[in-house]
């Protein structure tokens, strides 16, 4: 059974806004501007490094999902309003008596548990930017599927099939050639890649956590996609203003004032760039979408349907960075390796032939050893599969 066209979109928007995402946020690393006035440090143009900033960002792009959830409520308000309007009866002058159903709350505490894994695995995964290319940041990434599955079995008891226990084990490979290819790459601007990957491939495992936990929320207890990001991002506002920002603020490190991350830095950046405004208010409302858009898709379909359209995010990535290095200014976006790029292109074509074979999009009905299993597997499945489970890409549910 094939997408319906509703998701369709969800799952274009949530392409095209995560590759926006992720490429604005590098553009800002990529940026060499004055900061703050502290010391001849911050005088002095030097890059965007504030992974944190970054987080905060994030969560203060999530909380716009909370107005779109505001005028979605009062749009179902009003559509209900004009339903009783059209149940008068003009003959007898009587109308129907209906109460008018009571929208859920939107504050639960329940939040603050996928909150946390939003802020500690973005922020992983920020640091970890600094270290390594774009697209070997977002090849890395691939590496979620893995995590996801195993913690679908843990926790969902969903029932890993042999084909999708191969699939991730090619998306491990995958994995590691496109590691290689950026350890051995030798390059100025990523000093320690290995740390990166190491941060990154850790993020993951965070994120999947997050993905399983919203996969509860939205399908079994039927949270607004809305008010799952909204409430993500109200929460972590707070705790990164309360909690976050003033730690690594008085935390010592290598930073301007030598702080660990000077915030003041970051603002005064911003302020002394348009164009890094810019692309920070860019990457702020691609983040309101993609979370908006990720969950929707997690809704309507599974939690690994949204792992799948997110690994495509990555040949979109590739693809924009090399544009914009070679055609539009070659301080940012990134130069094809010669040496190595081999490496990232064979990593990258084993991560989409792993996530196919995971999500039984490739057909091993023809292979007579495989047969008779693949027959025993989807009568089984389907006895057990609920409405909502479909776990391949390009058969979801009406």
């Not at 129907?96 to 922020?123: A, K, M, N, Y």
């Not at 996801?148 to 999708?164: D, E, H, M, P």
């Not at 994120?207 to 809305?226: G, H, N």
């Not at 692309?279 to 702020?284: D, I, R």
Request: glycine share 8%; with cysteine.
């Amino acid at each position: 059974m094939g997408l319906t066209n509703f998701q369709y979109v969800l799952a274009a928007g949530m392409l095209v806004s995560g590759s926006l995402n992720t490429i604005a946020k590098k553009v800002q690393n990529d940026f060499v501007v004055e900061g703050y006035p502290y010391d001849d440090a911050g005088k002095l143009p030097h890059k965007f490094d504030h992974p944190w900033f970054q987080t905060l960002l994030m969560f203060t792009g999530e909380i716009f999902c909370l107005i779109g959830l505001m005028v979605k409520r009062y749009k179902n308000k009003r559509d209900y309003q004009k339903q009783e309007l059209q149940r008068f009866d003009p003959i007898d002058g009587e109308e129907s008596v209906t109460i008018c159903p009571q929208e859920p709350r939107i504050f639960h505490w329940v939040f603050i548990l996928p909150t946390l894994c939003d802020l500690v695995g973005t922020s992983l995964a920020g640091i970890g930017l600094l270290y390594v290319s774009a697209s070997v940041w977002q090849m890395l990434r691939g590496s979620i599927i893995i995590f996801a599955g195993i913690l679908s079995k843990i926790f969902l008891k969903k029932n890993l099939r042999w084909f999708q226990w191969t699939g991730m084990l090619i998306t491990a490979s995958g994995l590691v050639l496109v590691g290689l290819s950026s350890v051995l790459k030798s390059s100025e601007e990523h000093t320690n890649p290995a740390l990166g990957i190491a941060l990154i491939v850790c993020a993951q495992l965070v994120s999947a956590t997050q993905m399983i936990v919203e996969e509860v929320f939205v399908k079994k207890r039927d949270f607004d996609p809305l008010q799952v990001a909204g409430m993500e991002g109200l929460f972590g506002f707070v705790l990164m203003c309360a909690i976050v920002i003033p730690v690594i603020y008085f935390i010592p490190g290598q930073d301007v004032g030598g702080r660990y991350e000077n915030f003041l830095d970051a603002l005064f950046q911003i302020k002394n760039n348009v164009a890094l405004t810019v692309f920070s208010v860019m990457y702020l409302g691609s983040i309101a979408f993609y979370n908006f858009f990720g969950l929707s898709v997690t809704k309507s379909l599974t939690a690994v349907h949204r792992t799948v359209i997110d690994a495509l995010r990555t040949i979109t990535v590739w693809i924009v960075d090399i544009i914009v290095f070679y055609a539009v200014d070659k301080r940012f976006g990134e130069s094809w390796d010669d040496e190595y790029g081999i490496f990232q292109i064979d990593g990258f074509i084993l991560l989409l032939i792993g996530t196919a074979i995971y999500n039984g999009l490739v057909d091993f009905s023809w292979m007579p050893c495989c047969r008779r299993d693949a027959m025993v597997i989807n009568d089984t499945s389907d006895q057990n599969r609920s409405p909502n489970e479909d776990t391949s890409l390009l058969r979801g549910d009406q």
